[in-house]
């Protein structure tokens, strides 16, 4: 369970560096840079430490009162700063140390803008939690973010009614990154956006959504403010914006979400399960083989933007979104590669087009496997035929499942089963 308390290590401990932790002294030093005022901020702080087995991994979260900036009608807000995915010790309690030279840490913190209400006169510490399930994701995953990332939360980021229930990231505007004695930190700031704007950066990519929030203001404007009681979209506000920006981008540059977590499975039925030599072969109902490091490796790489991290369904990606089936078409129509990575087990299945690099799968065998992990070579022509077959899966009606696609000619039958039928070991 975190407190909130005010700080007493920022300015208590200014005159004695020599005790003070010099990771955490970093990023106080380039907070103070901002907030010179407000050396003693208030912080919510984990009571039991992640590193004497407690729950949460950031020992600190400061916030701050920020002003704004009245002449670029920048609204006054809270600024809240982590403390805790970068190596605030040194002495390996948390982090392993690798040098200055590399990241500290996870090489980033987290920060975060909240609009400040009429009459507020202390933040409200529901960001403090948002951060916490946020770096223990990373904790657990050792999937790093970065900005563009877009992360799907599925529920309104402070348990209210709000339509604001998923995030993009990008760099802070303020905080510069700093070179600490245990390697560099970056400030990657949290964004909170609707449904239709997350979609928009799994269709396209979140850089682009990001400066079109920056560019209404009231989605955000150039400092990205997340305002909870925000009830319009930028498509709402300009109805516009979909066609003549989101669609040319993806028509123009493709989509650059390269994966998701899903559950998912295959079998390659033109073989006996008993096969346990050929590596072409997996029986679902059996005990799988684990990844290779360098394949998991491989994977995670692909995956490292757009994990679903709630660990929702998402195969097939089926919802009431415009273009719902954009998100491989947006990859495969532009020479790249997509990831479905089960969240039962080891078990990813990627599809590439021709010429990626790096991929097992040829024109001469388009499907290889390397343990239970599979890539399937798809062909632009077959992409086409196998978007226009599975089209019904993106209308805004709700689909009834199981649905079977079988294209004989490939020798590929693709299934889309229920969350139950994932429950429980197939048979």
């Known amino acids: 369970m975190d407190e909130m308390r005010p700080s007493s290590g920022a300015a208590a401990h200014l005159g004695l560096a020599s005790i ?3 990771g955490l002294q970093a990023i106080y030093g380039e907070s103070r840079r901002l907030y010179p005022d407000q050396a003693n901020p208030l912080q919510v702080t984990a009571i039991v430490k992640y590193w004497l087995g407690g729950p949460d991994p950031l020992d600190y979260i400061s916030m701050y009162r920020n002003v704004g900036c009245p002449g670029q009608d920048i609204p006054e807000h809270w600024h809240y700063v982590s403390l805790g995915l970068s190596d605030l010790y040194g002495d390996n309690r948390v982090h392993e140390f690798t040098g200055q030279e ?15 209400e009429a009459g507020e006169t202390a933040p409200p510490t529901w960001p403090a939690e948002l951060m916490q399930g946020l770096a223990r ?3 657990q995953s050792e999937n790093t973010f970065c900005s563009g990332d877009h992360i799907s939360w599925h529920s309104p980021l402070d348990n209210s009614e709000s339509r604001i229930q998923h995030m993009l990231l ?3 505007p303020q905080m510069l990154p700093v070179q600490t004695p245990f390697g560099h930190v970056s400030f990657l700031q949290i964004v ?4 239709e704007e997350l979609q928009a950066a799994q269709q396209w990519n979140g850089q682009g959504i990001l400066d079109l929030l920056r560019g209404v203001h009231i989605a955000g404007g150039p400092w990205l403010i997340t305002d909870m009681r925000r009830g319009e979209t930028i498509f709402d506000i300009d109805p516009h914006m979909q066609q003549e920006r989101v669609d040319k981008g993806i028509e123009t540059d493709g989509s650059n979400l390269s994966g998701v977590s899903a559950k998912c499975a295959w079998d390659d039925l033109s073989r006996p399960p008993e096969d346990e030599d050929d590596s072409r072969s997996i029986c679902i109902g059996s005990q799988p083989r684990r990844l290779s490091d360098k394949d998991t490796e491989q994977i995670r790489e692909a995956l490292r933007k757009g994990l679903e991290i709630k660990s929702k369904s998402v195969l097939p990606p089926i919802s009431s979104q415009r273009h719902s089936h954009d998100r491989p078409q947006g990859r495969l129509l532009h020479g790249r590669h997509f990831t479905y990575k089960s969240i039962n087990g080891d ?9 990626v690099e790096g991929a097992f799968a040829t024109e001469e065998h388009p499907y290889a496997a390397h343990g239970p992990w599979l890539q399937i070579l798809l062909t632009e022509e077959f992409v086409e035929q196998m978007l226009a077959d599975i089209q019904d899966l993106s209308t805004r009606e709700v689909s009834k ?4 696609y079988s294209w004989p000619d490939k020798k590929l039958k693709i299934s889309v089963l229920p969350d139950t039928v994932f429950d429980s070991p197939l048979q």
């Open 20 to 22: 003070f932790p010099p």
């Open 102 to 116: 590399g990241p500290s840490g996870f090489g980033f913190e987290l920060t975060f803008r909240l609009k400040r």
């Open 137 to 139: 994701y990373v904790f």
């Open 170 to 172: 990008t760099e802070d």
């Open 192 to 195: 909170g956006v609707c449904t």
């Open 347 to 355: 078990t990813a299945i990627t599809f590439v087009s021709t010429g």
């Open 401 to 404: 499942l199981p649905k079977e």
